[in-house]
């Protein structure tokens, strides 16, 4: 991918069963079978890189770790389908600028998330929880520092992966009774 080119899918995107020749729908990351989450999670950091070159944004907006933070990765990935469909081939020749309206509103939504989030340029904590009265509070573990940004995305990448494949072995797996 050229940085400060377009946001080009590589050969391993552009491929294989999760090949997107038509409207995107959207990524339900709760639902993904550990390869279309291998696929997505991938897809969506190509993007990500590209959105934050392409348009100078800070850390503020997009943070290196948003991965690790739900509430950033449902945002970024709903900003990255409604790109996809603005710019597929069949949209609206005005679908460019709904986006880029959209994106605007986003980019606020996306700054509140990154303060509340406690992610930085070079290290992360788990978002802060709010405990409700009768809760159980659970101890939120202590920030940390990330010096291979890239190292970790896909660290995180294969433990999510092995993740999934273990609860779809669980589910495939017969009843024993």
């Known amino acids: 991918m050229d940085p400060y080119g377009g946001y080009e899918a590589t050969e391993e995107s552009s491929s294989g069963p999760f090949q997107r020749d038509d409207l995107p729908g959207a990524v339900n990351w709760n639902l993904l079978l550990a390869d279309e989450a291998d696929y997505e999670w991938h897809d969506l950091d190509r993007w990500v890189k590209w959105l934050k070159t392409s348009h100078g944004l800070s850390p503020s907006i997009v943070p290196p770790f948003y991965y690790l933070h739900d509430e950033l990765v449902w945002e970024l990935s709903a900003l990255h389908t409604h790109w996809l469909s603005c710019y597929h081939q069949t949209a609206s020749p005005s679908a460019p600028i709904a986006w880029r309206r959209d994106f605007e509103?986003?980019?606020?939504?996306?700054?509140?998330?990154?303060?509340?989030s406690g992610t930085r340029l070079d290290r992360d904590r788990p978002t802060r929880v709010t405990f409700w009265p009768g809760e159980t509070p659970v101890v939120q573990p202590a920030e940390?520092?990330?010096q291979d940004r890239d190292g970790h995305f896909e660290e995180f990448v294969r433990q999510d992966v092995q993740r999934r494949r273990r609860i779809e072995a669980s589910v495939n797996s017969p009843l024993v009774g």
């Open 105 to 116: 509103d986003t980019k606020h939504r996306l700054r509140d998330w990154v303060a509340i």
């Open 144 to 146: 940390i520092t990330i």
